[in-house]
């Protein structure tokens, strides 16, 4: 087939770089921004694979890129600098890049969560950057869409935290005390350089509980909801997803309609959030089967009959909305475009 | 290979019959029963498939297995009776069975509440036999062994309220609140006839959220332990397994240390229960997957740091421990012979 | 959010019908041609579902699809019909349809072999329209494109004749004697329809030899390629995606470089065939894996050493470029169209 | 429960020692062994975990096996020796080790092959003990079964080589030309050990094929049957099961009827052969699926209709009659105990 490099589009208007380009958020934010129609990818990095083709550890790009990995050191200028570097290494590089590109999107944990004692206490170091925290906007359009419009660094969050947030936001108001979310979660998420815990003779038809009381994402779903939240988390088969099931009490005289209701004025206009919660059906409510590959999140819910205990329900994909879509999402309305420009995958039934 | 009957075993001591034997239960009953050394297999019914070969739907029995089905019309009497029919339609015909067999064992669900309301309410028709219901012992030996070694009516629990009693029973004393149960479950309880909705394309890599508030093994549950709990039950990938999140909190004064002793209390000596909850290791709280095909239920909880939360974890094969096995084992209790006789396969790792 | 009907885009040139909109194959061609930037979608017809909204069975259409399934007797005119219906039935309807629409495009196996007799052989009963095969183009731009610019009758191959074809038509000078295949194919060949074979308890897993000595799609190889093949096929866990292994024996003086320059040719400025023969790499010989939801088909090989063996590779998903995809990709060539256009979504990874 | 050390059964004969009993093989030879009537497991070894309890690494042993794990090079004696370490490794620790048991057995590679030259061949090294491969005899009881009931050098064959050898052996004299294997393989024949090649999210759903035009186990089937055989092999989703698809061509004369009784007569009295070959069913042939934990190779096949092509169609578990249970066998015939002991588990279905 004939070479379609990255270049290829009728004139990009924004050149992208990318520190990280070889693991699982690395290969969809390639995706993702070759196919964008306004962006050029000029580099990606990677300290172990520089000099070879980004498509042997991306093997869905062959035929559409034709770049090779860059040494981080040798990365130079863009308009957009989208970071998936790991947690922890993040805040102590990003420094020295604040001058290296107008934007910066990172994608990792560091910047996420306003108080730096909460950061240590979930990952276990000290913030080294944190005078920098307070100038990132939260990659979420759909609660800092205003912010997002100027913001020159963004901060994505993490794919359970997007889940739960735009489960559990729009409700904040009618829930009574703390919510138990139970989120199960793809093999994805432990990333392309997971170990031997991560092989498929071990983690095939799994249910692996490896967060029974705590998850360090509902540390940001508190920060961005007021709630109080306690997650356990479960890695189970799929490769992609993230589903979250919130056990809540509605407050006193809240009921269905309410909830309803507040989900239909936060997400009415919003392009990738849709209210899935039918009386029938296998898909009646939010199943990141179908969510392969699109920046949708599904939110949905059912409250017990003649009770106040509500389920919410979320799924995503965690490469996706959960990372790179977000990303991208985010670049569209800071750079103005169409929110929906290059996100147009709808998922696949049946897959 | 020279085929072996089911009759090729030392001078069986017991003529079992199954109704109801080519199911997914039913074929386990028979996969058990056929293993078992003082067991021989008389008769399996099926309406569908009278006349032909068992192994014909049961192919891991070949070779092991001349019988054909019976039409359920011609069964005759046996020594054990063990039901693996549908529910509602078992309370309908076991009255009429009551004669053609010392011991019975019911596996299906009409059996297991002691109030024919809370089971109307649950199962959506009024119970047609209410007046036996009192004569079925639970058949769940960790609690109920005494019973079993006179009982001539055994009613099996559910697969989930099996885990989520064994689990949560030994800790009802110290738990305050309500529980709220987060139980996954593998393909193979829909059963053999499971509809389109089962289809591997839709079901393959789901995470189906099929009864988001409430489901009615959870009556079981509090009929059995006193504890008000309420279980959301999701269809994921595996085709066997269940696991249970009981996400509870812990009574005030009460710690890991309690806990850890009323396992110990309630399980040293039990051959089936385990208790697993470890510090690392992808196996540290229970897991289906190694569970497959064995009698096992593993329990195991995690407390949180500094608070009263507690998650309780429980993982068993829905067609054994959840199903045949435990009808095996109180069988083995009722006859008097080594609770363990024809359960000994421990699982596989890896699968 | 907001509810983007089909209707939606800007100013499509073409309104296309869909007969046969609620299987796995109308849900693709629907998925495509709704997100075709000059297509509109004005029908879909279903019998079983007629009046209900086609998101209710394609989950993912919700927020992009308005409409609801028509009675195929209420089917009106279109510019373009794709008919996704069952073998046999197809042969009888199409006579009736004819002039509904300027443009039809057959997704079933009626109209793919020119000879009835054949046609007989591996479906089992006789053509009723024989005198329309004739007017059937082959939906197989790559060896075809000329034809298909003006064709209105267009007959997309099976998904593992595509595979087979891709594969060995461009070798069909350089190989000797008859051809082994050995193909592999995931669980949506079977149908949104299928029955309890393809649930997912027995399915899942499995490496199921359905066809062992020969499958109708070998006959469609033939016919295009001219070689003899023998195509032996196993359903394999996957949901989506087709592999077959071609076992062929090279002529002498034949290598891997006439492979190679071979497949240059036939494929260098092909939009969706790739060769895929690396070295190493886990990637490096056709995956079906990374081509879900993508119109590619990549092709590979590998000649034995010292030897005229050769092993030929290909892959698709069966539901795009063995089925919807190659009827864009027609339309697209039919109605001059840019031919990627619709069809640029490059498959995961990983997923 | 009660802990059931490996020492309590009733008085084993024979105490046996695992060299490798980390790796998937060794969690085999443990899990058979420890549930043997007859057998004492006294020691099993691993470099990098030694002290560390054994069920830490082979959880579903849980319960059953209060062992650690012994430093290589405090392996002391016992009766019989099994060795599940990695090939090349094997052939130069073996000497040392011939004096520190009665009976081994090999489970590595190095001692299959009779020929050095075609070991070096295929394994890439040349054999450093080459005097010692004569006096191993085959671990492989439907063909070697008088010389294993003397024999104390055993060699176990390959996975594949096992099912190659059982489907194709009995009709050596019935086939015509040379034989080309498809070999399908389940992750965890890439062993514990296994690299990123074998994460999950890599690995998942893949149709993978890592040896297009020769695999080395076809070196064993050609060894033992005389016939040409040429593999390929393909990793697919399964875990375990290894599924071979042999197409060959029938001799002149020579049809279904031959063939048939030739397996017959070969198969007849075998307690872990079963020919299948039926003519309808989801299981109509070779399933590995349903063979999972089982010690069964099953063959059958399928003649084309008025030809002389043949596809024979071999399955097992490539742990258990690909290498531990195969192993187990031997040892029973050694010991003149019955063949089936402490194998009789039968499979799973569904699973």
Redesign the interface.
């Given at each position: 087939?004939?070479e379609l490099t990255a270049t290829a589009g009728a004139c990009p208007a924004i050149r992208a770089a990318i520190a990280g380009g070889a693991g699982?958020v690395g290969?969809e934010l390639l995706?993702l921004l070759?196919?964008h129609p306004l962006v050029e990818v000029v580099a990606a990095t990677s300290t172990r694979l520089a000099g070879r083709r980004i498509d042997?550890v991306?093997?869905?790009?062959?035929?559409?890129c034709d770049l090779t990995f860059t040494a981080p050191d040798r990365l130079g200028e863009a308009d957009v600098l989208l970071l998936a570097l790991p947690h922890r290494q993040t805040m102590d590089v990003l420094p020295a890049m604040l001058g290296t590109a107008k934007h910066i999107v990172d994608l990792s944990a560091d910047f996420r969560l306003r108080d730096p004692a909460v950061y240590a206490g979930y990952y276990g170091v000290p913030h080294t950057a944190p005078d920098l925290i307070g100038a990132f906007v939260p990659g979420l359009p759909e609660r800092h869409r205003a912010e997002l419009k100027d913001a020159d660094l963004i901060s994505v969050p993490g794919c359970m935290a997007t889940a739960g947030i735009l489960a559990l936001g729009p409700l904040a108001h009618l829930l009574d005390g703390p919510v138990?979310i139970?989120a199960?979660s793809?093999?994805?998420g432990?990333g392309?350089?997971?170990g031997?815990?991560?092989?498929?003779?071990?983690?095939?038809?799994?249910?692996?509980?490896f967060a029974?009381?705590?998850h360090r994402h509902q540390a940001e779903i508190t920060q961005e909801t007021g709630l109080a939240v306690?997650m356990?988390a479960?890695g189970?088969?799929?490769?992609?997803?993230v589903?979250l099931?919130c056990?809540g009490t509605l407050a006193a005289g809240a009921g269905e309609a309410n909830v309803r209701q507040a989900y239909r004025r936060a997400?009415?206009?919003?392009?990738?959030?849709?209210?899935?919660a039918?009386r029938r059906?296998?898909?009646r409510?939010?199943?990141?089967?179908?969510?392969?590959?699109?920046n949708?999140c599904?939110v949905g819910?059912?409250?017990?009959?003649q009770?106040r205990?509500?389920?919410v329900?979320a799924?995503l994909d965690n490469l996706v909305k959960g990372a790179a879509g977000a990303a991208v999402q985010c670049l569209n309305i800071r750079l103005g475009w169409p929110e929906r420009l290059g996100l147009?995958?709808?998922?696949?039934?049946?897959?």
């Amino acid at each position: 087939m004939p070479e379609l490099t990255a270049t290829a589009g009728a004139c990009p208007a924004i050149r992208a770089a990318i520190a990280g380009g070889a693991g699982y958020v690395g290969g969809e934010l390639l995706r993702l921004l070759i196919g964008h129609p306004l962006v050029e990818v000029v580099a990606a990095t990677s300290t172990r694979l520089a000099g070879r083709r980004i498509d042997t550890v991306h093997p869905n790009l062959r035929g559409l890129c034709d770049l090779t990995f860059t040494a981080p050191d040798r990365l130079g200028e863009a308009d957009v600098l989208l970071l998936a570097l790991p947690h922890r290494q993040t805040m102590d590089v990003l420094p020295a890049m604040l001058g290296t590109a107008k934007h910066i999107v990172d994608l990792s944990a560091d910047f996420r969560l306003r108080d730096p004692a909460v950061y240590a206490g979930y990952y276990g170091v000290p913030h080294t950057a944190p005078d920098l925290i307070g100038a990132f906007v939260p990659g979420l359009p759909e609660r800092h869409r205003a912010e997002l419009k100027d913001a020159d660094l963004i901060s994505v969050p993490g794919c359970m935290a997007t889940a739960g947030i735009l489960a559990l936001g729009p409700l904040a108001h009618l829930l009574d005390g703390p919510v138990e979310i139970d989120a199960r979660s793809g093999s994805s998420g432990a990333g392309a350089g997971a170990g031997e815990a991560n092989l498929h003779a071990e983690r095939s038809g799994a249910m692996r509980v490896f967060a029974p009381t705590s998850h360090r994402h509902q540390a940001e779903i508190t920060q961005e909801t007021g709630l109080a939240v306690r997650m356990s988390a479960t890695g189970v088969e799929a490769v992609r997803g993230v589903q979250l099931l919130c056990h809540g009490t509605l407050a006193a005289g809240a009921g269905e309609a309410n909830v309803r209701q507040a989900y239909r004025r936060a997400y009415q206009d919003e392009p990738f959030v849709r209210v899935v919660a039918k009386r029938r059906g296998n898909y009646r409510f939010p199943e990141p089967k179908i969510l392969l590959g699109s920046n949708f999140c599904d939110v949905g819910f059912a409250v017990e009959p003649q009770g106040r205990r509500i389920v919410v329900i979320a799924a995503l994909d965690n490469l996706v909305k959960g990372a790179a879509g977000a990303a991208v999402q985010c670049l569209n309305i800071r750079l103005g475009w169409p929110e929906r420009l290059g996100l147009e995958f709808p998922g696949l039934h049946p897959n």
